[in-house]
């Protein structure tokens, strides 16, 4: 038996933390705990009790609510349905931009002076709130759809760019140095080695990202960006909570069978 081995049979002690470990994670969490504490005044927690001290605003809500209206169905699913080729046309396009950012933002594939300048691009992207984007399209191009799906591009493919990069990252080196080995270049090394290993990876992303987009498009419609956002807009402001019941039915119908479409089409691809 060598020194330090256990003896046969004998169970190993569980990994146990440092102290310093410790001492960090208290750090941490409880930092977290005491902004938690501190935010609650500045979130208006303490006047929860609104909920139950409105209670029969409430109730002639939920009673609303729970009495759809269907006779407009037709409306709701067509603009339901520009929702969701809203959602659609600003992913496709954000994949686009997003691949070749992506690539440039990798640190394994592209030289240091690009990562840079690429990464400060995807954080702009990221960090406009797409509804901020939206109305600045609004104002360009004019009121409908078009500024709804170059919202959802610009902002999915700073998120985008963001998740294909860090695949990028975490790729295995041998099949690009295999490609290296045999004296192809650096394109031959992006196409053989590097995008066939993260290919099903960036299509799960933009998946989760068509499914998301499509709630994002719903609330884009409250700006005038097209699709049944405006519609549910325009019925709660006349306070025909009926309609806003059936639209909102609409909107979960729509929204679980893209859900369920994407996860069986993930389910294939990884």
Same mark, same amino acid.
């Given at each position: 038996m060598t020194d330090g081995?256990? !003896?046969? @049979?004998? $169970?190993p002690r569980p990994p146990a933390k440092s102290f310093g470990a410790w001492a960090l994670d208290v750090l941490i969490w409880g930092g977290v705990g005491v902004l938690l504490v501190y935010s609650i005044g500045d979130v208006d927690l303490g006047n929860l009790s609104?909920?139950?001290?409105n209670s029969e605003n409430t109730r002639t809500f939920a009673a609303e609510l729970a009495k759809p209206d269907f006779t407009d169905w037709r409306l709701f699913v067509e603009k339901m349905w520009e929702t969701v080729q809203i959602a659609l046309w600003g992913t496709f396009i954000a994949v686009f931009a997003a691949v070749p950012m992506g690539l440039a933002a990798a640190r394994n594939v592209a030289p240091g002076w690009l990562v840079f300048p690429v990464r400060l691009v995807m954080n702009l992207l990221r960090s406009i709130p797409d509804l901020v984007i939206g109305l600045l399209f609004v104002v360009a191009v004019g009121l409908g759809p078009l500024p709804g =799906?170059?919202?959802i591009a610009l902002n999915t493919a700073g998120v985008l760019a963001k998740l294909f990069s860090e695949?990028?990252? #975490? $790729?295995?080196? *041998? !099949?690009?140095? /295999?490609?290296?080995a045999t004296g192809g270049s650096s394109l031959h090394e992006i196409v053989w080695g590097v995008v !066939?290993? =993260?290919? !099903?990876?960036w299509t799960s +992303?933009?998946?989760?990202? +068509?499914? %998301?987009? #499509?709630?994002s498009a719903t609330v884009l /419609?409250?700006? *005038?960006? /097209? *699709?049944? @956002?405006q519609v549910l807009f325009d019925r709660m402001n006349a306070?025909? +909570?009926?309609?806003? %019941?059936?639209?909102?039915?609409?909107?979960? =119908?729509? =929204?679980? &069978?893209?859900? &369920?479409? #994407?996860?069986a089409m993930r389910k294939r691809l990884l």
């Open positions: 081995a256990l !003896p046969a @049979g004998t $169970i609104r909920l139950f001290s =799906v170059l919202a695949a990028v990252e #975490s $790729i295995d080196k *041998g !099949p690009v140095e /295999g490609v290296r !066939p290993q =993260v290919a !099903p990876l +992303f933009a998946l989760y990202r +068509f499914e %998301s987009n #499509s709630r /419609g409250l700006i *005038g960006a /097209g *699709g049944i @956002g306070f025909d +909570f009926r309609d806003v %019941s059936a639209v909102v039915i609409v909107v979960v =119908v729509a =929204v679980t &069978m893209i859900d &369920m479409l #994407s996860q």
